[in-house]
């Protein structure tokens, strides 16, 4: 599993991911750490990693493996720079390898040249995308400038460090005050990577733009609307950057997507089945409509359901639905389904959900369905 799926999977389920670095996995870093370095001392690794693991969460776990790795290793920081360098490739995991990085961020802040030079070459084999927020946090210019040129390497996947490394609200890591409180500070690196040729550069930069957009929405309109839009890769980013203030129906985030006019349409038919279910049940939706436009027009279309509280009130989640373009007197028909399961971040509770169709930010229409326990 890589870096950026396992993060995402931890959102959902943080307990099961934690066995990411379990015994299994703990022995076979001591293994190969042997094998690049004979003097590391396995049974210490092995033995400050296995007191009380079972207790410790994903970031815990990945926490202790940095510092009972800097137990173990013999030498100085700079020496054991060289030897994490010839360990990243013989990690198994690339969500694993984000201990070296960290081991980095604990040991490395000090030596500030070596320690990022030694982060750029390990981002490749997983990220060290939490590693250099300490350095964010300690030297904030120094290191945006780092970030910068990195803007510009021929590599991928450290493009896409220098844009997922400052996200100000990056997932599972520190906050960023500073980037927080001014996002000019790493816009030079949004704008260098806006229509950057991999997709999974780009989806880190349309992450940090929304990451933005929840403090400053109107600083991160103004800049889009100054991009290219007509360049396939900005429009790109642009929409998923946008995705939350389009969701809310801001109306100026739809006009920059080319949804600004209200929806015109006919026969609009929203059916949500079953209308009784239980948890881990599915949940269907259908849509048909028909354009009522003389001329194309671009549809954003979302559902809300309104989840139930503990207290009984309920609160609107807004999901992506399809985003069409619909020629003039075009039929439209979509079908959607839903598991109804728990998540970490979310908790089911008994009670009518509302469920809201939502077109150009324009409730077009209303179902429900009660859940049971």
Known sequence: MNTEAATEAALDDPAALKHIFDRARLQSIAREATAVCPAFDADRFLALCHDGLDALSLMQRLR??????????????????????????????????????????????????????????????????????????????????????????????????????????????????????????????????????????????????????????????????????????????????????????DRRALAIVGAGAAPLVAGVRFEVSPRALRLGDTLAMQLRLQSNSAAPQRLVIDYAIHYVKAAGHASPKVFKWKTVELAAGQSLALDKRQVVRDFSTRTHHPGRHAVELMVNGQRLAQSFFDLAR
């Open 64 to 249: 202790r493996v940095s510092t009972s790795l800097h137990a173990a290793l013999p030498g100085d920081f700079r020496a054991n720079t060289e030897v994490l360098r010839q360990l990243a490739p013989r990690f198994d995991s690339s969500f694993a390898t984000l201990a070296l990085g960290d081991y980095v961020a604990l040991y490395g802040l000090d030596d500030f040249d070596l320690s990022l030079d030694t982060l750029k070459f390990l981002t490749p084999f997983g990220s060290a995308e939490f590693a250099i927020r300490a350095f964010l946090l300690r030297d904030p210019q120094r290191t945006l400038k780092t970030l910068r040129l990195w803007a510009e390497d021929p590599d991928d996947h450290v493009r896409r460090l220098a844009s997922e490394g400052s996200r100000p609200r990056l997932p599972w890591a520190a906050r960023l005050p500073v980037l927080m409180a001014d996002p000019s500070m790493a816009e030079p690196i949004l704008q260098a990577l806006r229509a950057d040729p991999s997709a999974y550069v780009r989806k880190s930069v349309a992450n940090h733009l929304n990451d933005i957009a929840k403090l400053f929405p109107d600083w991160v309109m103004e800049r889009i609307e100054a991009w290219p839009l007509d360049d396939a890769r900005c429009a790109w980013v642009a929409r998923h950057a946008l995705r939350n203030l389009i969701k809310q129906g």
